[in-house]
Structure formats: C-alpha cells, structure tokens
C-alpha cells in the first residue's frame, strides 16, 4: 500500500547537523500525521518528534530546540533537521505516518520505514 524509505542518516562529530527525509510513495490520497522515533543499541524505540495533518509539531524533552520536524504534503516526504547533535543521539532513526489511501474508499493506513543510523561522536 504505501512505503517509507528515510534518508539523510550518517556518521557526524558532537555539535554538527543533519537533516533526514523520510519518503513515502504508493496509493495516497493525502499525508497526515508523520513522526520520528529513534533506538539506541539496548534501548526501547522513543517518539523525537511529531507533526499533525495540519502542521503542529510536537518535540520529546531530550530534542527541544535543537531538531525540527517538517513535512512537504505537495512531495509526501517529510524531514527531520537535527542540529547540535550530541553522541546521546547515536541511534537509528524511524519514521512512520498516517496516510489517507486512494482511493478514499480504502480509508487509513499507517507505515514505517526501515530506518536510517545516525552516529554521532564526541
């Protein structure tokens, strides 16, 4: 039905930047709601960053005013810009949203992308 594919992700030193794409192609008719999670090595998955249907965004404490989420409804692709990255943030990086199919007779869907790694070191 619909497929995500990230992007962007990479080996950056403590204080740099990085910006992830998230893709999402197949039947739609319109994105909603995308998000960012994240993993570290031995840790559970974690919500970074959420952006609504109609643009409000949402951060984890841990991510606040370094990263911001966007999304591009006209490219169905959504981004996630991380900046003052900290070796903390080493993890791999999800993206997942919500989509109405096309047709709209189809209804909701949701999906996730296999992840992109983001190394960060100090």
């Known amino acids: 039905q619909v497929q995500l594919v990230e992007s962007g992700g990479g080996l950056v030193q403590a204080g740099g930047s990085l910006r992830l794409s998230c893709a999402a192609s197949g039947s739609i008719f319109r994105t909603d709601a995308m998000r960012w999670y994240r993993q570290a090595p031995g840790k559970q998955r974690e919500l970074v960053a959420t952006?609504?249907?109609?643009?409000?965004?949402n951060y984890a404490d841990f991510v606040k005013g370094r990263f911001t989420i966007s999304k591009d409804s006209t490219k169905n692709t959504g981004y996630l810009q991380m900046n003052d990255l900290k070796p903390d943030d080493t993890a791999v990086y999800y993206c997942?949203?919500?989509?109405?199919?096309?047709?709209?007779?189809?209804?909701?869907?949701?999906?996730w992308g296999k992840g992109t790694l983001v190394t960060v070191s100090s």
């Open positions: 952006v609504t249907g109609g643009g409000s965004t």
């Open positions: 997942n949203a919500d989509f109405l199919l096309y047709p709209t007779t189809r209804g909701y869907a949701s999906a």
